[in-house]
Nanobody
């Protein structure tokens, strides 16, 4: 069993900052990719940022230069530092991991999401 605990969402004014955290626990051999996705009302879920176990990062164009993803492998935790927030960043943010079990099979697992609301 795998568990993801997300935290750090909330309400912030435009131009402000928030830091999301997602801690993974459970039965996995290794977490290869950790990432954040978001879904705004009436829109499809979209990638925000991902980070591999070797710290290679990937960002959506809309957040480049404003958001920073990082991870602490010892704690199996991924962070998303969000600066210069805009009202269009308002969404439910979901953590996702791709992990290997002891048989070297890959699985994806999603968190329940945390609400981020940016007021204008």
């Amino acid at each position: 069993q795998v568990q993801l605990v997300e935290s750090g969402g909330g309400l912030v004014q435009a131009g402000g900052s928030l830091r999301l955290s997602c801690a993974a626990s459970g039965s996995f051999f290794r977490i290869n990719v950790m990432g954040w996705y978001r879904q705004a009302p009436g829109k499809q879920r979209e990638l925000v940022a991902t980070i591999t176990s070797s710290s290679t990062t990937n960002y959506a164009d809309s957040v480049k230069g404003r958001f920073t993803i990082s991870r602490d492998n010892a704690k199996n935790t991924v962070y998303l530092q969000m600066n210069s927030l805009k009202p269009e960043d308002t969404a439910v943010y979901y953590c996702k991991i791709t992990y290997e079990n002891r048989y070297y099979l890959d699985y994806n697992y999603w968190g329940r999401g945390t609400q981020v609301t940016v007021s204008s």
